[in-house]
């Protein structure tokens, strides 16, 4: 019903507590967001590589859209990529920022510092 109004709701911080797969099966969440502790050690931790592609897995075949979480180094946005994350959040991409500056990084054009990573010709969203 919601998702018939164009409302998308995220589930956040998805892996870590009381994530459960009932629950994404059952409700109205639209995107699922890999939490950044998973991201932070894809380098150096096969577990932590293993259970993204596993939570994009999951994401995939319930047909949900993904966003990972804290990624701070291109070899991190690259190896989410090669996973098919196509889409991530962190300070690779900007720092925190306050709304005013938020729409000025916006009208710049240029979403993300290497749009390769990401399986797209541009330096565009």
Do not use: N, W
Not at 50 to 72: I, N, P, Q, R
């Amino acid at each position: 019903m919601l998702r018939d109004l164009g409302v998308r709701l995220v589930l956040d911080d998805f892996g870590t507590g009381f994530s459960s797969l009932t629950y994404l099966r059952r409700s109205a969440v639209s995107v699922l967001k890999v939490d950044r502790q998973f991201v932070r050690r894809l380098a150096d931790d096969a577990e932590a590589a293993e259970t993204v592609k596993a939570l994009l897995a999951v994401a995939h075949a319930l047909d949900l859209d993904t966003v990972a979480e804290g990624v701070e180094t291109r070899e991190q946005a690259g190896r989410l990529a090669e996973m098919g994350c196509r889409c991530a959040q962190g300070i690779l991409f900007a720092p925190p920022m306050e709304a005013a500056a938020i729409e000025r990084h916006l009208a710049t054009g240029r979403t993300r510092p290497d749009a390769e990573a990401f399986g797209s010709e541009g330096d565009r969203a």
